[in-house]
Every structure is written in C-alpha cells, then in structure tokens.
C-alpha cells in the first residue's frame, strides 16, 4: 500500500473513528490483498509509511467477499467487477483479507 493510501486511511480513521471505517480492497493477487489487510489492521511490517507501528484495528474485506457482493448495486457490479470475477480467484483473495480481519480487525461489518 503506498504512503498516500496509508496515510488517507489513518486520517480517515482518525476522522471517523475506527469503528465507522470499513476498508474494501481489490487487489488482483492475494499475497498483495494481504499484505495491505496488515497494514491496516496491526500496521505497516515496513515500518516506512504512516502506518508503520499504528495498529488501526479496521474490519477488511476483499471486493469478492461475499458480505461485499452481497451489498453491492448489482448492475454496477456487471459493469464494474463482473469481469475480473471471471478471471480471478476470487476465493484466495477473499480468503487472504479474511484471515487478516479474523485475527486483527477490532470490529466486523
């Protein structure tokens, strides 16, 4: 997750508070949807951005989580995610964020 992103979601979560921010990835590769599920949740394991010792605690899912799908505008959804659906495993990637927010998001949806 690069330094923007990250400090966009601290400030968001300073903001609103971290029972009021849900995070949503997309990634395409699960150890990538991983990685960024720790950033927000325990912190950066870089120690080189915003997050970096900051244990946010965000609940996180992935786009293909079925909670995720389930809320989303299902014409939207043909138009805008359909397509990656058909090409991606979207089970490895759901289940990468899952793992992540199991064991250290503070709050679910």
């Known amino acids: 997750m690069d330094l923007q992103n990250q400090q966009r979601v601290k400030d968001a979560a300073e903001k609103f508070g971290s029972d009021n921010v849900v ?3 997309g ?7 991983e990685l960024y599920a720790e950033t927000v949740t325990v912190g950066d394991p870089t120690y080189a951005g915003p997050l970096g010792g900051v ?7 992935h786009i293909f989580d079925e909670e995720i799908k389930a809320e989303a505008d299902a014409a939207a959804w043909d138009e805008q995610v ?4 058909m090409v991606l495993d979207t089970e490895a990637l759901a289940s990468a964020v899952a793992k992540m927010r199991e064991e250290n998001s503070l709050c679910k949806l």
């Open 82 to 85: 359909s397509m990656m659906e």
């Open 23 to 25: 995070v949503i990835f």
């Open 27 to 33: 990634s395409s590769d699960a150890e990538g949807a």
């Open 55 to 61: 244990s946010l605690g965000l609940p996180v899912y």
